[in-house]
């Protein structure tokens, strides 16, 4: 069974700039959450999507946002980039709600 | 506020050695429990989970975590560690089936040779 993948696994944009990155999670599995992880802050909860439906939302500014396909991928955008989205964000899906999360290897931005 | 606690930011262990990681979590029920294990520029890789029954599990990679309630505490242990286990461990929490996952802020593992 193929895992989950994220597009691009890296990517360099400018200050003020705005991004993309996709996530393709396991077959079968419906719940696909995003992550925010920096040496400082550690792991932060982006959001989760669960049938094409934002279930779950942390505490981040709206220029973060997200949606789920039919056929469960994901995509999450950034606008207005600034130099501290600098980060590796990781993609994870499970079946359901709190079951196991399977991660991606995750898209490295930096931001310059 | 629910939060997970690894009290360690970074243990070394000799190989060979027998590692301990510690991980603590305040709730008030019994939470649904993980470690994941994060090598270097990769992603997180589940390691184990307590949802209920058994309180010693058993993982991959040889690992294995004992909840107890009484402590509020689910630490990994393995009895020999291996150079390669040398990377990032996470201790994560979900408070029951409708919440999302409360993540410590890792234990980042060093082995001496």
């Known amino acids: 069974k193929a895992g989950v993948t994220q597009t691009p696994r890296y990517l360099i944009k400018t200050r003020g700039q705005q991004v993309t990155l996709s996530c393709s999670p396991i077959s079968g599995h419906r719940s696909v959450s995003w992550y925010q992880q920096t040496p400082g802050q550690g792991l932060q909860f982006l959001f989760e999507y669960f049938s094409e439906t934002q279930r779950n939302k942390g505490n981040f500014p709206g220029r973060f946002s997200g949606r789920q396909f039919s056929n469960s991928r994901s995509e999450m955008n950034v606008s207005t980039l600034e130099l501290g989205d600098s980060a590796l964000y990781l993609c994870?899906?499970?079946?359901?709600?709190?079951?196991?999360?399977?991660f991606g290897p995750g898209t490295r931005l930096t931001v310059t | 506020a629910q939060s997970v606690t690894q009290p360690d930011i970074h243990i070394t262990v000799s190989e060979g050695a027998s590692l301990e990681l510690r991980c603590n979590y305040s709730y008030g029920a019994t939470p649904y429990l993980f470690w994941y294990v994060q090598s270097p520029g990769q992603g997180l890789q589940l390691l184990l989970k307590?949802?209920?029954?058994d309180t010693l599990v058993q993982g991959i990679k040889g690992f294995e975590a004992e909840f107890k309630r009484s402590q509020s505490s689910f630490n990994l242990r393995k009895p020999s560690v291996h150079w390669s286990d040398a990377a990032e461990y996470f201790c994560?929490?979900?408070?029951?089936?409708?919440?999302?996952?409360?993540w410590g802020a890792g234990t980042k593992l060093i082995i001496k040779p």
């Open positions: 994870a899906s499970s079946k359901g709600h709190n079951y196991e999360q399977y």
């Open positions: 994560a929490v979900a408070p029951g089936s409708n919440y999302q996952l409360i």
């Open positions: 307590y949802f209920s029954g």
